[in-house]
Structure formats: C-alpha cells, structure tokens
C-alpha cells in the first residue's frame, strides 16, 4: 500500500532522503508520517506533517531532520542530516486516509550509519 525508498548505508554526520508514497490511488490524504523501530519492535514517531504543513518531530531529531510533503505527487520526504549511529534502525512511512485515523503502512526501509 505504501512505497518507500531511500534507506541505505551512510558514514556518521552524513545525509539521506527517503521518500514515500501510496502505491494504489487515495483520494485524500491526511496526515503523512514517519517511524522508527525501537527496541526490536517498538515504533516511535520521527517526524509527522499534516494536510496544511504542521510538522512534529520527536525530541531526538529536532535541528536534523525535515518532513516535508508534495500534495500534488502524495508523496513525503524525510531530509535526514548530520545522521549518527544511533539513527540506525528500520524507518517506516505512515499514510493516515481518513480523518477517523485508518493508515497504511510501508514495510520499512533500513537506514545504517557508521561511525
């Protein structure tokens, strides 16, 4: 339902974009969000943008990291900058369809930065 790209290996204080879209047609979408997995199974939110542009972004990536939307493509962007170890992990695009919540989930993609 979600396609995302971007993910690869990338040396410490290095950048990558990942990018992700809907892979079959959605009349509308809300909000566009990117995860992380934690813990082994854990998800916590890396950065969120809304319809009409509000970003949120989790405490740990504030001043690094960017979402940013195309409406006309339906596609977000996450700018990931000076990237650290312990950014690795797999990053996994959330696209919410419809105001009561009900998302689509990309099967994640790997994100590894060397130190």
């Known amino acids: 339902q979600v396609v995302e790209s971007g993910g690869g290996l990338v040396q410490s204080g290095g950048s990558l974009r990942l990018s992700c879209a809907p892979s079959?047609?959605?009349?509308?979408?809300?909000?566009m969000a990117w995860y992380r997995q934690v813990h082994g199974i854990q998800r916590e939110l890396v950065a969120q943008?809304?319809?009409?542009?509000?970003?949120l972004y989790n405490e740990s990536v504030k001043g690094r990291f960017t979402i940013s939307r195309d409406n006309a493509k339906k596609t977000a962007y996450l700018q990931m900058n000076s990237l650290k170890p312990e950014d690795t992990t797999v990053y996994y695009c959330?696209?919410?369809?419809?105001?009561?919540?009900?998302?689509?989930w990309g099967t994640g993609t790997q994100v590894t930065v060397s130190s």
């Open positions: 943008i809304s319809m009409n542009g509000t970003t």
């Open positions: 079959r047609s959605i009349a509308r979408i809300y909000d």
């Open positions: 959330k696209i919410t369809f419809n105001p009561t919540g009900s998302a689509y």
